[in-house]
């Protein structure tokens, strides 16, 4: 190698090492500033949940539309999925429940909340979702299907809901994320990122609910189904104070049927 390729391979290295060393400065700043986030809540009271499903995906969504250069989009969110859950266990500490016997779960789990998260396996939905009655931040992955939607179905009215659903990006594959389809359960807020999805059930047929919400005006499928009961997925952020819930309680009820919520998530 020439004195010339030398000198400039070492330039080049002592410039990695800047932004090296740039990038750790900026991550302890980073660490002060939720540090001061954290003490600004706990002035008001206990933290329950620091999670905010809302803000990755607004923060994701930035990344797809800004990315450029040769460094793969899905190892930017790779690192950013690390720093966003070990960030939000320093506000408040959680804990990850999943189905023991399910390696992928796991895999899910993993990928998108880290190395710190400890990650609990569960025997049964029962065991897994009882975790999460009383107000806590830890959190749940559910399979999205029909059997493990029942078993969540049968605790509503505790508290918790779905507020996520992963992967956060519809064309998973796409990244080289070949995971199953889960639906995130916890205390976490409810708030709108603008491709919103609201998931309902009830105790009609499939055909007969979709009906129903188009008579309200809503666009929906019908995703899953278990013992006669269906489990709807509404394009529409429709929480329980919404009118967008009054609407489609309001459009049930007059049909003597009932519907009940089961949370809310975004995709990017």
């Known amino acids: 190698m020439s004195d010339k390729k030398q000198i400039s391979l070492l330039e080049t290295r002592g410039k990695i090492d800047a932004i090296d060393s740039e990038i750790h400065r900026l991550l302890m700043s980073r660490a002060e500033l939720v540090q001061n986030v954290q003490n600004a809540k706990a002035a008001e009271g206990p933290i329950v949940n620091a999670m905010h499903a809302d803000r990755e995906i607004e923060m994701f969504r930035r990344f797809s539309a800004n990315h450029t250069g040769c460094l793969p989009l899905a190892s930017l969110q790779r690192i950013f999925r690390e720093m966003i859950a070990t960030f939000s266990h320093l506000q408040c500490p959680f804990k990850v429940f999943v ?10 789990a993993r990928y998108f909340y880290g190395t710190v998260i400890e990650i609990v396996e569960c025997s049964t939905l029962a065991e897994m979702l009882d975790r999460i009655k009383a107000p806590t931040s830890d959190i749940v992955l559910l ?6 939607l029942a078993a969540f179905h049968k605790i509503i009215g505790q508290g918790c809901q779905i507020f996520a659903r992963l992967p956060f990006w519809d064309d998973g594959e796409a990244y080289g994320l070949d995971f199953p389809d889960m639906f995130v359960l916890g205390h976490a807020p409810l708030k709108t990122v603008a491709n919103d999805y609201t998931v309902v059930a009830t105790k009609t047929d499939a055909m007969n609910a979709q009906e129903l919400l188009k008579q309200a005006g809503f666009e929906a499928n019908i995703e ?4 006669g009961i269906n ?3 509404i394009k529409a952020f429709a929480n329980l104070e919404s009118q967008c819930w009054r609407d489609i309680e309001k459009i049930f009820v007059k049909n003597d049927i009932a519907v009940d919520f089961l949370g809310i998530y ?3």
């Open 143 to 148: 399979a999205a299907e029909g059997k493990s």
């Open 224 to 227: 899953f189904g278990y013992e």
């Open 266 to 268: 975004g995709k990017v």
């Open 231 to 233: 489990y709807c997925v």
């Open 99 to 108: 189905l023991k016997g399910e390696p992928l779960h796991r895999d899910v």
